[in-house]
């Protein structure tokens, strides 16, 4: 009865919107109890340039430091295959250099704090030996090079999903982030091929990640998958119209088929706001980055790098804790709490939210939960839970 009354005061409380007290003690004890699994993280695009993830730099958002700071279980770590790779049809080495970063340099290198994982299996056994579980994810489905031997051979190496696209629209299947870009040849979603590829993830036991993909895309893989799906790095529409994000009809097809969608940290995914004050400040930012940089050749990651630096010094807008909980609120409400989880894309963005500036401060996103009114057993679902009952049932697909 106690729970009972207990449950109905945390619903009160969150159908009138009011913060409840949370404890230090309860915060910890929460975070700690959950397992946390974030499903996409792209500190591997900077190891592989020679960054050391043992090393406390401070610089972007992961290391290993803050990674244990953060209390998480579980880190899908991302094998980022940017769409230039498709030129010369390099995609294919670049995907296996990234995967050999993961294993040997992040995974290899801290074997006390890392265990590989590829199973629900895997990642309760390293949960038990108080090791973080360590995955592999693939972005940017032209990584295999049309090809599916290539897609076993990752599998074989570790992989556990792939995003059917990156920003760029491959032969086989559109992203949604050049829709209007000229010169683009479009598949009005995926081709036969890329219903090819699905199935084969599927009889593989990979998770489809449809992140980026166009809306037609996702449409066409939550049709042919006989798995179920996830948005490994994605928000919500409704609260931030962007093409990344996705919409209410989405959310609840992908719910309704047994997935989960992943909430971005991404400021632009997270607050129209933060969009529209974007707009204004944009000249200001780049003023200061032409002025610091000026002479200087930097990498990709160096350019990402520094405009994050410069956002902070410069005290430009951000997205906040609030906007998180709002998303995945949101999911909440018209998919239910089983259809959300996390998917941080640390490293990936170069604005993250106040509050979540880096991997080590996700217990603040625990006492914003609890402070929401959600319970243990729901943050437990968002953490983690969801995704790994999304990972079982890719499992058993893949076994029939
Ligand atoms: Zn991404």
New binding site residues.
């Given amino acids: 009865m106690r729970a009972r009354i207990s449950a109905l005061f945390l619903t009160a409380l969150l159908l009138c919107g009011q913060a409840r007290t949370v404890t230090d003690a309860e915060v910890q004890r929460v975070h700690k109890a959950a397992l946390l699994i974030d499903t996409?993280n792209?500190v591997p695009w900077r190891v592989v340039d020679g960054f050391d993830f043992g090393s406390k730099t401070g610089e972007w958002h992961t290391d290993l430091t803050r990674l244990k700071a953060g209390g998480l279980g579980g880190v899908f770590f991302?094998a980022?295959v940017a769409g230039s790779y498709v030129d010369g049809n390099r995609s294919a080495h670049r995907t296996l250099q990234l995967i050999d970063t993961i294993r040997r340099d992040i995974i290899g290198r801290y074997p006390a704090d890392f265990a590989l994982a590829g199973s629900v299996r895997e990642i309760e056994d390293a949960r038990k030996a108080g090791k973080i579980a360590a995955l592999i994810g693939i972005?940017g489905g032209h990584a295999i090079e049309d090809d599916l031997g290539l897609l076993r051979q990752y599998y074989s190496l570790g992989a556990r999903y792939m995003?059917l696209t990156?920003?760029n629209t491959n032969s086989w299947a559109d992203s949604s982030g050049d829709q209007t870009k000229a010169g683009v040849k479009h598949h009005d979603g995926l081709t036969d091929f890329g219903k090819q590829v699905v199935r084969e993830m599927n009889r593989l036991g990979m998770m489809v990640d449809i992140?980026?993909t166009s809306d037609a895309t996702f449409n066409n893989a939550v049709a042919v998958s006989t798995a179920p799906i996830i948005a490994s790095?994605s928000s919500c529409r409704a609260l931030a119209n962007h093409p990344?994000n996705l919409t209410d009809a989405m959310i609840t097809a992908l719910a309704k088929k047994g997935g989960v969608v992943q909430i971005n940290f991404n400021c632009n995914f997270l607050s129209e706001k933060f969009r529209a004050a974007q707009a204004a400040e944009e000249t200001r930012l780049e003023a200061r980055f032409q002025q610091v940089t000026a002479g200087k050749k930097l990498s990709e990651a160096e350019i990402d790098g520094t405009y994050q630096r410069l956002r902070l010094e410069m005290k430009l807008t951000r997205a906040t804790l609030a906007d998180v909980v709002d998303h995945i609120d949101h999911v909440r409400k018209i998919a239910g709490i089983d259809a959300v989880g996390i998917g941080s894309?640390f490293n990936?963005i170069t604005c993250a939210p106040e509050g979540l500036e880096d991997v080590s401060k996700f217990p603040n996103l625990t006492r914003a939960l609890l402070e929401r009114g959600y319970s243990e057993s729901d943050v437990k679902k968002i953490y983690g839970g969801n995704l790994l009952r999304v990972m079982r049932a890719v499992e058993i697909a893949a076994e029939k």
Avoid: K
């Fill in positions: 996409h792209d991302v980022y972005e995003t990156h920003t992140s980026h790095h990344r894309d990936g």
